[in-house]
């Protein structure tokens, strides 16, 4: 590929992919905002605590299920774009990449925010069974929602294909970020809200499809009945 079709490419790339561009944008804005605020406010005892959120802005930032039961609501939506380190932040950027651009290639861009926010925010409402005492954070469960995208795109197209490939990279995605304090909670219930939005937005987008235009000379007679 020569230079100038490299340019093309990433031109198109970053003009017709929205709302994945967009997303991975606020995410990546969020987590350096929030990493310098951590760096100027925390202790700094090795190097890495420079990509490591302290816990006392994740309280403030993310969801604290304390904090939300006490009335700070706004959690459930902020702690969507919020990262605990490095490794979370990169590890939720490339999978939302990958489901997301997916996702874009049959949905609106309103169904798209639609999907990943609500599919966000379900991950929060199960977190609270972790007692109130739990910190979370993270873009996984609108990530996994994404996932549940695909996997009902795939699945339209080809039934192996749908079950092998995306099944396969979301096990790899969940392995790429197990670990003990991994909200496998959010994790889930984002892959089922994004499965059944998207099989409801799909099923209504075909629906409106297959109703037939009103043409004028239609309209005219409609009027004069």
Excluded at 50 to 69: E, K, M, P
Aim: hydrophobic residues 50%; aromatic residues 12%; charged residues 15%.
């Amino acid at each position: 590929m020569s230079q100038e079709s490299e340019k093309s490419y990433f031109e198109s790339f970053w003009k017709s992919n929205l709302p994945t561009r967009n997303l991975f944008i606020i995410i990546t804005i969020s987590y350096v905002i929030i990493s310098i605020v951590s760096i100027v406010r925390g202790e700094i005892t090795g190097f890495i605590d420079v990509f490591t959120i302290s816990d006392d802005i994740l309280a403030r930032v993310g969801q604290y299920n304390l904090l939300v039961l006490n009335g700070h609501v706004y959690q459930l939506f902020t702690s969507i774009f919020v990262h605990i380190d490095v490794l979370h932040f990169l590890s939720n950027c490339l999978f939302l990449f990958i489901f997301g651009l997916r996702a874009e290639e049959r949905l609106l861009s309103w169904h798209y925010y639609f999907i990943f926010i609500i599919s966000g925010l379900m991950g929060g409402l199960l977190s609270l069974a972790f007692g109130p005492n739990t910190i979370s954070a993270g873009a996984s469960g609108g990530v996994f929602g994404l996932l549940g995208v695909a996997i009902v795109l795939a699945y339209e197209e080809d039934k192996r294909k749908s079950i092998w490939s995306y099944s396969g990279v979301g096990v790899i995605f969940l392995v790429i970020t197990g670990g003990m304090n991994v909200n496998f909670l959010a994790h889930a219930i984002g892959l089922v809200s994004g499965i059944l939005l998207s099989l409801f937005v799909l099923k209504k987008r075909k629906h409106e499809k297959q109703i037939p235009k009103i043409n004028q000379h239609t309209a005219k007679n409609l009027k004069n009945q």
